[in-house]
């Protein structure tokens, strides 16, 4: 029950947020090629890439606020040898990320790769067989050329406005994806933040600052033995 409470604000604040997200497309893909070419200019640590939407962009925050510059902060402090890339861009589909996917790791080698796709793919209630597909074909490009790279799979919950059917088939997706490529799954991103109005912005979906620093602690969790 708890699950489909959550699922059932998302419902309504998904649709709040989406013409947001997509306002702020363009501008946000521009900073995403900014704060790439600035790392490889500027260290050469190991790389962790956070690829996904709106919640990894840091919707509504300062740059600094967002949860992958968060991390990056805990890793520094913990004198740990990587640089986070904050690849997040907001209105991004499953389908939008493997299209972008090459440009972001043509840039560098990278060692981690967070994949946090899925969430819009619900809202516009695509086929959760091809958000399935898509996030396969996306760990395929990332091992493809580079092997070694560790990934860390992070789900997110649909709209139950789409149906039982098609929250159960997308509900069951990342744990099958997660299974089929050998990859760390975080079954839901916005774990202990989402359905809380004190940890989210007035659309209800996106993390405010504290929820960031939640996110950013849940997410870092996840990633330490990656690490």
């Known amino acids: 029950m708890k699950t489909i409470y959550i699922s059932l604000l998302l419902a309504i604040i998904f649709n709040m947020a989406c013409s947001n997200e997509q306002k702020n497309n363009s501008s946000e893909k521009n900073e ?3 704060v790439t070419q600035t790392t490889l200019k500027t260290d050469n640590k190991k790389v962790i890439v956070f ?25 520094d402090e913990s004198e740990l040898n990587y640089s ?24 560098q080698k990278v060692d981690i790769f967070v994949l946090a796709l899925g ?6 209630g695509i086929d959760p067989r091809s958000t399935e597909d898509n996030l396969i074909k996306t760990i395929d490009k990332v091992k493809s050329k580079y092997p070694d790279c560790k990934i860390l799979l992070a789900g997110i ?40 109005p004190a940890l989210n912005q007035e659309d209800g ?20 033995p990656l690490l």
């Not at 690829?51 to 890793?75: C, D």
């Not at 986070?84 to 840039?107: F, M, P």
């Not at 099958?176 to 989402?194: E, G, H």
Request: hydrophobic share 40%; glycine share 12%; proline share 6%.
């Open 51 to 75: 690829f996904g939407n709106s919640l990894t962009a840091g919707y509504g925050l300062e740059k600094e606020q967002a949860y992958p510059n968060i991390i990056q902060k805990i890793i």
């Open 119 to 124: 969430g819009n793919d619900a809202l516009r």
């Open 157 to 196: 919950l649909p709209p139950p406005n789409m149906g039982n059917d098609y929250f159960k088939a997308f509900e069951g997706l990342y744990p099958r994806v997660a299974k089929a490529k050998d990859v760390k799954l975080m079954p839901f991103i916005l774990k202990d933040v989402a359905g809380i």
């Open 84 to 107: 986070c890339i904050n690849a997040g861009l907001s209105g991004e589909t499953t389908a939008g990320g493997l299209n972008r996917v090459d440009w972001v790791i043509g840039q």
């Open 205 to 224: 979906i996106h993390p405010n600052v504290e929820g960031a620093k939640i996110l950013a602690k849940n997410i870092y969790e996840e990633l330490q």
């Open 32 to 34: 995403v090629k900014a």
